[in-house]
């Protein structure tokens, strides 16, 4: 069992290593065995072509050996033509060294092609003057003057030596430091590239975001990369998808809030304007009595937004501990009395205490909201249900109502401040409001979840989900 457990530790301590670190491990491997090889390719080239070149100087040194005797010989044979045909000869003996046979007018006895390098020899051969150094790869093997045909001039062209001996061979280690240098170049520029150009991308779509063009995004190709640079990527989108949907969403918050301000504040200077209009005591105390009733209403809207902003944005006092059951009881005692005028019946079902870990306020907030939702929406004569279910790892309140319910599409998006809803279901009976938002942020702040689903025979419930803390019960 140890060898197992140190194997599996072994395997997740591999597994963990990011994956960047493998890249750049395999490049320096990479480097190094690249190094090797094309030195051990390299030192094979040269000693090839060392031999080879040393076989070429044999031959010419050979050839050199007895040529003046056998030019001399041809030449007493046959004259030129006979020098002609050795020459041939010698070219298929030794195809790799070329042979040149020039008379006295320079002109090459087989006429093959005479090099641009021996153009200064063959004029001064031609004038009879001293010869120069012949260029590299040339020699001179004899100068002949017969009596009857004249003087030549006997040269041996030896190949070029190779490539790689004429790069390398004068360099020795220098030379193999060339190429392990070279090897190391371009793998570290074929890493580098890998590395720097994703995060280019990313620098650029960071700088379009900040520039305010909230749609700036890192292509496709990069984030499906699975190394840090991908999750970077994939983090950047994510980011930059929570700033835009923040961003729209404050914009709509503030055009939703400037426009329920707005609402009663309209509904106030015309009811005023016509109070001062009004000749009877009566209509003005009408007019006055809309009045209040709408400064009621904007004083509890914008109580509302400043609770959801507190919400959103502190942490608040320490949590305690919160019996929901005597809480429920309480605040459905209070809702009766908002209920009674339309006949709603108010009923709780559940244990006789369940305790979780939270902050009062929060919780008396968050439940208050969902009864006076649940009653808003409700016929007259209708129920609203609560219901409480204890697990032993969480507490599971439930409001139900017999309402018109949401639309399939909006059981999520109600909880947002504000969501125009349908006139049959809006939140208060009203265009829009905030109630539910407390709700989810409220949850939200004691770990907990909310959602909301159609009942089946007709109506909302709206279920809360809280933790409940290890000690508390």
């Known amino acids: 069992m140890p060898a197992a457990g140190g194997k599996r530790a072994r395997s997740d301590w591999f597994r963990a290593l990011p994956s960047l670190f493998w890249r750049i491990f395999l490049a320096f491997w990479l480097v190094i065995v690249l190094s090797i090889l094309t030195t051990m390719l390299l030192n094979d080239r ?121 790069l390398f061979g004068p360099l020795g280690p220098l030379g193999l430091l060339a190429v392990a240098l070279g090897a190391s170049a371009l793998v570290s520029w074929l890493l580098a590239r890998t590395l720097s150009r994703p995060i280019s991308r990313i620098r650029a779509s960071g700088r379009a975001l900040g520039r305010g063009d909230l749609s700036a995004r890192v292509e496709e190709r990069i984030t499906r990369r699975r190394d840090e640079v991908g999750e970077l990527a994939s983090d950047f989108n994510a980011m930059a998808d929570r700033i835009q949907a923040l961003m729209e969403r404050q914009q709509s918050l503030l055009r939703d809030v400037s426009h329920e301000l707005r609402s009663p504040l309209a509904r106030m200077r015309m009811a005023l304007a016509l109070a001062e209009q009004a000749d009877d005591g009566k209509a003005r105390d009408g007019y006055l009595a809309r009045i209040t009733s709408d400064i009621e209403r904007l004083d509890g809207l914008i109580e509302d937004i400043l609770s959801y902003a507190r919400l959103r944005q502190s942490d608040g006092p320490a949590p ?113 409001g905030i109630g539910l938002a407390i709700v989810k942020a409220a949850v939200a702040k004691h770990d907990g979840n909310v959602r909301a689903e159609n009942r089946a025979d007709g109506g909302l419930v709206v279920t809360v989900t809280l933790p409940r803390a290890r000690g508390v019960g």
């Open 46 to 166: 040269l000693d090839q072509a060392r031999q080879q070149d040393g076989l070429n100087n044999e031959r010419v040194e050979r050839l050199a050996r007895g040529v003046r005797l056998r030019v001399l010989r041809e030449l007493n044979r046959g004259g030129p033509q006979a020098l002609a045909r050795w020459g041939r000869t010698q070219a298929r003996t030794s195809p790799r060294i070329r042979l040149l046979i020039l008379d006295g007018d320079a002109r090459e006895i087989n006429d093959r092609r005479i090099p641009a390098a021996l153009d200064s020899l063959v004029e001064s051969w031609r004038s009879d003057r001293s010869l120069p150094d012949l260029p590299g790869g040339a020699r001179r093997l004899t100068e002949v003057r017969h009596a009857s045909h004249g003087r030549f001039l006997v040269l041996a062209l030896s190949p070029p030596r190779p490539l790689l001996l004429r």
């Open 320 to 432: 305690q501990a919160v019996d929901l059951v005597s809480l429920c009881r309480e605040l459905i005692d209070s809702a009766e009395l908002e209920a009674a005028p339309r006949s709603i019946e108010m009923a709780y079902s559940g244990p006789e205490t369940v305790v979780v870990s939270g902050r009062f306020e929060l919780l008396q907030r968050a439940l208050e909201n969902l009864l006076r939702n649940a009653i808003a929406h409700s016929p007259t004569g209708g129920q609203v249900e609560v219901e409480l279910i204890e697990t032993p790892d969480a507490a599971v309140l439930r409001v139900l109502d017999r309402g018109p319910g949401v639309p399939e599409e909006q059981l999520t998006a109600i909880f947002e401040p504000f969501l125009r809803l349908s006139p049959e279901r809006s939140e208060r009976g009203q265009s829009g």
